[in-house]
């Protein structure tokens, strides 16, 4: 009798580990890669390899998708700083307002237009108090994490807010530890022998990434620093056995670029010309890093209760006449940064979660980056949260529990009334677009056309079926104007009238 209590007694007590072991609030990794494309990898996106996909060398993210699952569809906005607050905020862009990339307060980066004016947008970013002006008021992820118990730590690019506003520095919006974030959208430098763009003659050139003076004058590329940096401040919560929010937002793999004297080599005995070695070498040290950060956990013995989550900001910066001549291309995917045909917008995305999502499993399933705050905040158990802003954003939890599904048919909006830059080509400045389904319209504000694609058949976009599916053309137009209407959107206006362009189910 007494061995028989003894084990009941032991099949209780495993029982309720592993009840405990479960129900342990999971640390949360978002791994946010900057202006990286959708064909930047060694991992197809696509339902084939491609010959850019044999370019590059990411087998950390060959890793990652082997043993998690793989989004095909995935979205952000064309630009960086609206990706990164609908990430932070919930909200689509068209509702936060930081339709461009923001720097210096009240100033808007927009490059000037002869027919059009952008509308006032929020130039100022985001902000956690209220009361600033051109800002939007919002409660940010972050903070609700930490809330939820997470010891919360940003690491990498901010590009939040504006110079001198509040969200401008991390540790406002709720972050406990802030490593190399600030205002600025880009590195000064990748380079330590060169501090990393911290210039002592120009003190004002907001670019130099601060904080990693311990690397000033070393041959340390910045990803690296980043990285080091990042895994030393994972040792207090894991000390203090508290979950942890890990934002690894990366500079790369944005410009200026530079040689990542690890990779370069390989890339040049390709053939590839410098530019193009100087950016392979950067995606290849990027991955290094997720290859390192993966590593730690593991050796931690904190990879089984570790959700990892991989996404770029927006698409390549490519076939733009900023870029100079193409260093990277986005193919079969139309036109790059600062877009919204596909090459701007859609990104390569990855999630592992231990014991939820099926290893090497890949869905078609498309979501855009306002779902990230959501679906992060049902990943911590966070339930019951309130917040200032109307949050855009569905949770794809189901999804990757891959739970049944029905079929797609949510709207996907993206509105850009801004001019990026000053050449009106490549599908760039002054656009909105909505998907629903296969179907995608592009709606140019400063002509008044409209293009229709189905993605299905053409997801290079070169087959306008506006004309041919007029009705189709109509149903989404009224569709997307009446989405842009919900949301509050700003429109750009008429210079010589000063009223605002129409919306797309009206006349031009």
């Not at 927009?110 to 209220?130: E, F, Q, Y």
């Not at 600033?132 to 997470?150: C, E, F, M, Q, S």
């Not at 041959?219 to 990285?227: K, N």
Request: glycine residues 8%.
């Amino acid at each position: 009798m007494k061995s028989i209590r003894t084990l009941v007694l032991l099949v209780l007590f495993s029982g309720t580990g592993a009840v405990a072991q479960r129900s342990k609030k999971p640390n949360i990794i978002v791994f946010l890669v900057d202006d990286m494309g959708w064909q930047d990898s060694s991992v197809p996106f696509w339902t084939k390899v491609t010959e850019f996909n044999k370019r590059y060398h990411t087998p950390n993210m060959e890793r990652l998708a082997r043993e998690g699952m793989k989004f095909t569809n995935a979205y952000a906005a064309p630009v960086c700083s609206p990706s990164r607050i609908s990430l932070m905020t919930g909200m689509s862009a068209a509702r936060h307002k930081v339709t461009n990339w923001t720097l210096y307060k009240d100033a808007s980066v927009d490059v000037a237009d002869s027919l059009l004016r952008p509308p006032m947008w929020n130039v100022n970013g985001i902000s956690p108090v209220p009361g600033i002006n051109n800002t939007a008021y919002v409660t940010p992820l972050p903070a609700l994490l930490k809330d939820a118990g997470y010891y919360t730590i940003h690491c990498g690019k901010a590009h939040y807010a504006a110079m001198s506003t509040p969200a401008a520095d991390p540790l406002t919006i709720g972050f406990d530890l802030n490593i190399a974030g600030h205002a600025a959208g880009g590195p000064g430098s990748y380079l330590g022998e060169e501090n990393y763009g911290n210039e002592k003659d120009k003190p004002k050139v907001p670019w130099g990434v601060p904080g990693l003076q311990e690397y000033h004058g070393t041959s340390v590329f910045l990803t690296e620093a980043l990285t080091v940096e990042g895994l030393k401040a994972l040792e207090k919560p894991i000390s203090d056995k508290k979950p942890f929010f890990l934002y690894m937002s990366h500079y790369a793999v944005h410009v200026p670029y530079a040689a990542d004297k690890r990779f370069i080599q390989k890339y040049k005995d390709a053939g590839l010309p410098e530019k193009e070695a100087q950016y392979a070498s950067i995606v290849e040290g990027m991955d290094k890093s997720l290859g390192d950060i993966m590593n730690y956990l593991k050796e931690k013995n904190i990879d089984k209760n570790t959700i990892i989550i991989f996404m770029s900001d927006n698409g390549g910066f490519s076939q733009s006449p900023r870029a100079g001549k193409p260093h990277t291309q986005n193919l079969p995917l139309k036109a790059g940064k600062g877009s919204v045909y596909e090459g701007g917008i859609r990104e390569p995305m990855l999630v592992k979660w231990p014991g939820v999502t099926k290893p090497g499993s890949s869905t078609d399933r498309y979501l855009i980056i306002e779902d990230f705050f959501p679906a992060i905040l049902e990943m911590a158990g966070a339930k019951n949260y309130k917040t200032v802003q109307k949050v855009d954003g569905i949770s794809f939890v189901d999804l990757i529990k891959n739970k049944k599904q029905s079929p797609d048919t949510r709207p996907l909006v993206w509105h850009f009334p801004n001019k990026w830059i000053a050449q009106d080509v490549a599908g760039i400045n002054y656009r909105s677009a909505i998907r629903q389904g296969d179907w995608k319209l592009i709606y140019n504000l400063k002509t008044g056309s409209k293009e229709l694609y189905n993605l299905k058949n053409d997801i290079g976009e070169q087959n306008d079926l506006s004309v041919k599916y007029a009705e189709k053309t109509s149903e989404m137009a009224v569709l997307l104007a009446e989405k842009l209407k919900s949301y509050d959107a700003q429109m750009p206006v008429y210079k010589k009238t000063g009223k605002p362009v129409p919306m797309p189910d009206q006349s031009f």
